[in-house]
Structure formats: structure tokens, C-alpha cells
């Protein structure tokens, strides 16, 4: 996953100066991409914004090991290319890149992952095809080093029966592509130019191999600039890609902004100016972590992803299935909780946007990561958010502050009010703004949600159908 890279200014200005003669396109519009290929259309970036949880989901012969996937590869000091980290983790590069001769995860079953992913709520799935191992989860043609490739030990199509898992539940399906690529003698070095064009070539793989794919969730290492634009020729394959699949959604992780951006392992600040999406693991790392004493508990999943919501983001929770292939049953049992409250709550999650009610303190994140990993609620007066659709308001109150939530004036009377988790809210309103209190008994310990109908909204921080 993203892991940015503090380095030099010199040392980037050099590195990205010799492969954009290779790499560069023809001219800088070209760079930014035409505008018919930059952004996905409108009613795409809604309908995914209207998903609001999804899962992600990373898995590799890294699992035989227990140790996070890429990151664990050491590359001998010798093979790092410049200005680029290459691998420095406890496995060595030879051991690492022989994995996939031994593993063959016996209990793989694309229908239960997606199945557990429908039973948790989620609506869509970022799958992982290659991180920055270089280890490809599908038929390419153009490259060996894959889970059907002639060593490895299983032989499968794993994106072939994810895709078609998918479309039998009615799952949307994104793919999680990593640029940076370890493995490949080409990235970074002297003929990088022939990098990039296998990186495009294996995009085009994908996306006319394995019918429809709703996004391309790019991991390029690197904030978008023109100079990581022009070292992966993002325009290019910005055209491409969506000239093969229109409908794609694709993130801020190729050198261009794209149409979302990817807090990770964080909630974003609020934000109803552009879409965002929160990606978290469930288990203190992407992939699977055998015995880990990190896990995430069900209330703070359930509070992160309110505070995705009500900040305007969509949240991508991950899980990394076993060595076999089966997801761990307690990962398994996490989404299933999920899936369970959202059963209950979900019509203040889904299809709703962010505002209008903001708590106080809204340019601190609304939840933030302690030392320990877990996420930790804001404190003072921060007391949660709202979520709306058209004139219908939920209020999630995460922690109380104080005895009532004082919310200022938005324009419109509310006409009717119900608490979604049990009980009665009293709600009064004058010129000064809606005071709502809960008596303390009726107060739900992970997130009270109090739905406000009004006779209409004038004051919108983010826009809902």
C-alpha cells in the first residue's frame, strides 16, 4: 500500500529528469490527460459515492510467510533502483520470489469472499492483482511471474473467478494495480520506458480480459505531480483504460488527481468538494498476519465508518484471506457485524453525502490513529456528524459532550423526528438554531442516530439525491 517516500528534492528532481526523456508524452496536455478521460462522468462518481463501504481485500504467496505483502521482500542493496525504497523487509528477495513454487491455497472460493463481502454490506470490492512484489493474481501474457505461470505451484486465474464471482452477486468490482514493481528488471532503470509500456500493456490485460471493472485503484508511491505523471505516461493510460471501459472510477495514485482521493489508514478531514475514500486494514497489515493481537474491535469498525460518511467519504476495509485461501473467521465474523448494523442503519449510510451539520472542531479528523494503530474519537466538543439525503438528516452521535447537540440554523423547520437506534429525541428549534437531547438511557453506546425530516434545506455541505 501507499508508503510515501521522504526524499531529497535533488535526488527526486534527477530521478524523475532521466526516465521523463523515456517516458514523457508528447506534449503537457498530454500529461494531464484530455478532459473526456481525466475525470469518470458525473453520474459514475455518484453512484460510487452512493456505495459509501466496500471492501479490500490482499492476498499472495506472501501469506506462507505471515509478513506483509511487498514490503517484506528485501532486495539485495545492489538491485535497488535509485530514489526508490525496492524492498527492505526481513525476506530475503530470492526466498520471496520463489513463494509462489510452493503455495497452493487449496480452499480458495471466490464465491465465499464476495459472499462474505455482501453478507458485511459492502456494495463494491477493491481486489489485489499486483502490489509492489510484482506478482501477478491473473493470466498475463506478459510476464511469467503469475499465479498461472509455468513454477507456480496452483495454476489459477484468481481475477478470473473473483470477476465472475462478483458478477454473479451483483458485486462492482475494482482492481488494485501497483506501478511500482520490484521484481520487473526494467522499473526505475535504464530502459524504463519498456517498464511503462508493460504496465500499460498488463492495464489493457485487464481490462479487456475479465468483462466489466468498475475502477482501477492505482498505488504509484507517489503524491500526483506532473513529474509522477510523466514517469508512469498517465495520460496515456488514463485514455486507454477509459476508452476501453467508460464507466471507470480511478484514484489519485497514477500521477493525476483522478476522481477520488485515498486516505490511508486514516479518516479524512471533512470534504464535500471532491470524493474520498478511506482504506483501513482490519488486522494491522494488508495481508494476513497469523496470531495478530491487532484487531480491529466491532464498535470502532462501526464508529470509522460513520465518520467516513459523515465527513463525505466512502470507506474500503480490508481483509487478507489465509495461506489456503479461506478468510480468517474472525475477520469473517467482523464484516458480518457490519453487515448486521448496516442492515439496520444502513438508509443513514447509503446513497447519503456528508453535512449539513458539522461538529465543532471540523478541521481536525474526526477520528485519529494512535500510536497503537487504533483509531482514537475526537475529544472537546466534537460530537460526530450528519449524513443527508434531500431534505432527510441523520445525525450520528458518536460521543456527547454535552447534554444536547446544538446545531446551527440550515434554512429549513423540522417537521418530524425519530431516533433510528431506539428511544425519543426532544428537538427544539428557534432562530438561534435545533437543540436535539437524548436521555442518557437512551443513548446508544456505539453511535445514536437521530433522524431530522425537514420542509426543505437551504444550507447544503455536500450535495445528495
Known sequence: MKRLLHLRIAALAVLFTAYSVQSAPANEADAQGDDAYFNAPPEVVDAWQDMRFGMFLCWGPVTLTGEEIGHSRDEPSWGRRPGMRGGRGPIPAEQYDRLYTRWKPENFDAEHWVGVAKEGGCRYMIFLVKHHDGFCLYDSKLTDY??????SAWKVD???????????????????????????????????????EYFHGQVREILTGYGRIDGLWFDGLRPPSPESARLWDA???????????PHLIINNRCGLPGDYDTPENRVGFFQVDRPWETCTTTNGQWSWKPGSPFFRSYE????????????????ALN??????????????ERFRQIGRWLGKYGESIYGTRGGPFVAPDEKTRPVTRGKDKHFKLASGAWWGGSTHRSNTVYLH???WPQETIDLADVGGRVVESSVLTGGKATVSQDERGIRVFVPDDQRDPIDTIIRLQFDGLTTLRGKAK
Open 397 to 399: 452521535v458518536l460521543r
Open 319 to 332: 481483509t487478507g484471506p489465509m495461506p489456503d485461501g479461506r478468510i480468517e473467521p474472525r475477520q469473517v
Open 235 to 245: 495520460g496515456r493510460v488514463f485514455r486507454v483504460a477509459r476508452s476501453l471501459q
Open 158 to 196: 484468481v481475477l478470473g473467478h473473483v470477476a465472475e464471482a462478483c458478477r454473479k452477486q451483483g458485486l462492482k468490482l475494482m482492481v488494485y494495480y501497483s506501478q511500482p514493481d520490484w521484481h520487473h528488471p526494467d522499473y526505475l532503470g535504464p530502459h524504463h520506458d519498456r517498464y511503462v
Open 300 to 315: 470502532e469498525c462501526i464508529q470509522i465508518l460513520v465518520s467516513t460518511a459523515i465527513g463525505g467519504g466512502n470507506l
Open 146 to 151: 503469475k499465479s498461472t505461470g509455468e513454477a
